[in-house]
């Protein structure tokens, strides 16, 4: 994996909707794929959306409840509350003061698109978006949505431009060809000096 080229860091964090309410923890998959991206001048988040939690550790949820969660999390994304009850914690997270590539999965691009960020941090988010599912593209310095052939949910929920990937709405954090794809896309973020 290339070093980055820049004299500033970038920070690295996963967006998604939440599977369980009370944690913020990555799975073992995230928590896998976040690691790969590891390199000098990269520092990884290893929390997920909203970044605060009540409870550690991750829990596997059935898969029916974590998707319910998550279409609430869309739905609810869109009422003004939402920027309030969650913006100044993303906010904190994810600013390091330099660029900032978060890790968009399923309907995290919709919870980007309507937290309010401050334009200063915004326009340093390089947003790799997998599987979206948004009703608009977030403000943001740079996004490459990708999206598996058999994948359905999000041929349903992004009208965007999106590469096409091999697999369906679950299989991104595993696929090697989604991986290289957001290496270089990392590789290619320009660091902002800290």
């Known amino acids: 994996m290339p ?30 794929f976040l690691d790969a991206l590891r390199g000098p001048g990269r520092d990884l988040l290893a929390r997920n959306f909203p970044y605060t939690a009540v409870h550690a550790g991750h829990a596997a949820v059935p898969l029916p409840l974590a998707a319910l969660r998550n279409a609430g999390d869309y739905l609810g994304a869109r009422r003004p509350a939402f920027a309030r009850r969650h913006g100044a ?22 919870l980007l698109a309507n937290l309010r960020l401050p334009a200063g941090l915004a ?6 978006a997998y599987g979206p599912v948004a009703r608009r593209a977030p403000d943001v310095a740079r996004l ?4 598996g052939r058999g994948d359905w949910i999000s041929r ?9 990937v091999g697999g369906g709405h679950l299989d991104y954090l595993r696929r090697p ?3 290289a794809l957001c290496a270089d896309f990392v590789a290619a973020t320009p660091c902002a000096s800290t």
Do not use: K, M, Y
């Not at 326009?123 to 790799?128: N, W």
């Not at 349903?156 to 096409?164: D, K, Q, S, T, V």
């Open 3 to 32: 070093p980055d080229t820049g004299g500033g860091r970038v920070r690295i964090a996963f967006l998604t909707g939440r599977s369980d309410r009370t944690r913020c923890a990555l799975s073992p998959q995230q928590a896998a």
């Open 89 to 110: 914690a993303v906010a904190a997270a994810l600013d390091g003061g330099g660029a900032v590539v978060v890790l968009a999965g399923s309907c995290g691009l919709e």
């Open 123 to 128: 326009a340093r988010l390089h947003v790799f």
């Open 144 to 147: 490459l949505c990708v999206r």
């Open 156 to 164: 349903l929920g992004w009208r965007g431009p999106a590469l096409p």
């Open 177 to 179: 060809e989604v991986l």
